[in-house]
């Protein structure tokens, strides 16, 4: 081998090292330094059930069609089918084996916000970390110590069933770097303390747009179409546009939201039907003052036309 093509060999080779080490910087898995979840006292677990119950956590965690006290119950095991393969929902309870018993806050806190497993894995954004980013140090210490009075299963979950090349966690870090956000979906009035937490329960906790935005080919949001709706993840029809241009709730009033939140009826006396029901039925145990906040940001949020048949 004669010496230039040694050195255009070695040139090439440390391209790779360089370029490999390049992306494996930009997108390994960042959770919090330590000291972010440092100096929280003891959490509030009054205002943890509050956040659990916006957060929607039974909804997915619980076993499908509990009831009762079974809904806190965090077994896991529900199917969440996509186009990137079929999810299969974690064991969220105490458990020290089959749960998250046995992990600490900080472990926790990094799933919840940085999209971090406990082995410092990515983490796939079928569980919406991109929403639950929002939530304050606060709110999360006392999430935890709510989530720790709850009964421990000992289900073991199904693992994930992805075809490749979704079943490469690696390839995460990437999707993270595209789409992953802490910052505000949309510019609101925030000087408004009602729209503003508006904007923090609807955003965050609540992780509307999980459902309500569309997706592109990535599965990350159509950013400029924030809550205009989308295809429904469970089959037919579509989850509805829930902007101020909405051709169903777009008259709505505050009051008329908030009083949909609270009881599941819509002004014309008709019901919340399909996965929304067990949405509202959380959203009826936050105070009346987080179900008018919600109803105010949705209200100040950008009108986006209905693109298709709203159900």
Known sequence: MGARVRKLVSAVVLFGVVAGGTAWFLTKP???PASHWDGLGEPDIANGEQVFWAGGCTSCHAAPKSEGDAKLVLTGGLPLKSPFGTFHVPNISPDDTAGIGGWTLAEFGD???RGVGKKGEHLYPSFPYGSYARL???DINDLWGFLKTLPKSANVAAPHDLPFPFNIRLSLGGWKLLFFTDKPRV???????????GQYLVEGPGHCGECHTPRNALGGFETAEWLAG??????EGRIPNITPGSKSIGGWSESDIANYLETGFTPDFDSAGGSMVEV?????????SDREAIAAYLKAVPAKESQATER
């Open 187 to 197: 510019t609101v009035d925030t000087s408004n303390p009602k729209i503003a937490r």
């Open 280 to 288: 509202q039925q959380n959203m009826a145990k936050l105070p009346a």
């Open 136 to 138: 304050t140090p606060k």
């Open 230 to 235: 989308a295809p429904n993840p469970e089959g």
């Open 111 to 113: 799933a919840m916000t």
């Open 30 to 32: 960042e959770p919090w």
